[in-house]
C-alpha cells in the first residue's frame, strides 16, 4: 500500500510556477549607443546622422526604457496601450530635442541637389549649427518642430512599441528562445511598421525642412494640398521601397545592437 502511494506522488509532480517578470534597470544612453553604432553601420563617416542619433535617439530610447521600467510589475509587464502612450511622451520629448540635428541632417543630405546659388555648403555638422544660428538665427534650429515631433510620436509608437510587441509574441506564442533570431525577426517586423506609419510625415517633414525662406512661413494644411495638387494622393506612400531600405536595416541592427547592450550589462552585473 505505501508503495503504491509512493508511485502516485511520483507520477504527479508538483505544477510549475509563472517566474516573475525580471526587472532590470538599464543605463538611460544604451538606446542612443546602440542607435549610434547602427548609424555607423548604415551611414558610415556621417558626423550629421552620429549627431542626431546622439540626441533624438538617446532622448526617445532612455525616456521609454525608464518608463516601461517603472511600469513593469512582478507580475506582467506593461500593456500594449500603455507601451503606446510611454512612446508617444517619449517620442515628443525626443522630437524636441532631436530636432536641430534633424534639420541639419536633411539640409546636407539635399544641398547636392540644390542649384548652386542655393547651396548651404556646410563643411561639417557644427559648422552647420552656427552657420544656421548665425544667418537665420535660434528659430532656424526648430524649423519643422511640429511635424518633425508628430513623425518622432509615430515612428517611437510604431518602432519600440512593435518591437517589444512582437518579441513578446516570439517568446509566448512561438516558443522562441530570446536571443539573435527573435531580435532580428521582431526588429524586422517593426522597421515594415515604422515605414507603413511614418512614410506621409516624412515627406511632409522633408518639404518644411527644406524649403526656402520665402516658404518658410506655409501652413502644414498649405503643403498637403500643393503635395496632392501636384503629385496626386498616391504621394503618401511615394517612397515606402527606398524608406524602407533605409529605416528596415537601421531599425534591426539599431535593436540588435540594443539587446546586445543590454545581455553585456546583465552579464557584468550578474542578473
Not at 111 to 128: E, S, V
Not at 151 to 162: F, H, P, Y
Not at 200 to 228: C, F, H, N, W, Y
Amino acid at each position: 500500500m505505501a508503495s503504491s502511494v509512493k508511485q502516485l506522488e511520483v507520477s504527479h509532480p508538483p505544477r510549475a510556477t509563472v517566474a516573475p517578470v525580471k526587472k532590470v534597470h538599464y543605463p538611460f544612453w544604451f538606446g542612443g549607443s546602440a542607435s549610434c553604432f547602427a548609424a555607423a553601420v548604415t551611414h558610415p563617416l556621417d558626423l550629421a546622422a552620429l549627431l542626431r542619433q546622439m540626441t533624438y535617439s538617446t532622448t526617445r530610447f532612455g525616456i521609454y526604457e525608464e518608463l516601461k521600467s517603472r511600469f513593469t510589475t512582478s507580475s506582467s509587464p506593461p500593456g500594449i496601450f500603455t507601451l503606446l502612450g510611454i512612446a508617444c511622451t517619449s517620442g515628443f520629448i525626443g522630437g524636441v530635442t532631436g530636432n536641430p540635428a534633424d534639420v541639419l541632417n536633411v539640409r546636407m543630405q539635399s544641398d547636392a541637389a540644390l542649384p548652386a546659388h542655393q547651396r548651404r555648403n556646410y563643411r561639417h555638422a557644427f559648422h552647420g549649427l552656427v552657420q544656421m544660428t548665425r544667418t537665420e538665427g535660434f528659430s532656424s534650429l526648430f524649423r519643422g518642430v511640429w511635424p518633425n515631433s508628430t513623425r518622432a510620436i509615430l515612428m517611437t509608437a510604431s518602432q519600440l512599441t512593435s518591437y517589444d510587441t512582437f518579441k513578446r509574441i516570439c517568446l509566448e506564442s512561438f516558443g522562441m528562445s530570446d536571443n539573435l533570431t527573435t531580435h532580428f525577426t521582431a526588429s524586422l517586423m517593426a522597421g515594415f511598421v515604422a515605414t507603413t506609419v511614418c512614410s506621409p510625415v516624412d515627406v511632409i517633414k522633408t518639404r518644411v525642412m527644406t524649403a526656402a525662406p520665402s516658404e518658410s512661413g506655409q501652413s502644414i494644411l498649405s503643403l498637403l494640398r500643393d503635395i496632392s495638387r501636384k503629385e496626386g494622393f498616391g504621394w503618401v506612400f511615394r517612397g515606402w521601397v527606398p524608406s524602407f531600405i533605409r529605416l528596415g536595416p537601421h531599425t534591426i541592427a539599431t535593436f540588435i545592437f540594443l539587446e546586445e547592450h543590454k545581455k553585456l550589462y546583465r552579464l557584468l552585473k550578474g542578473v
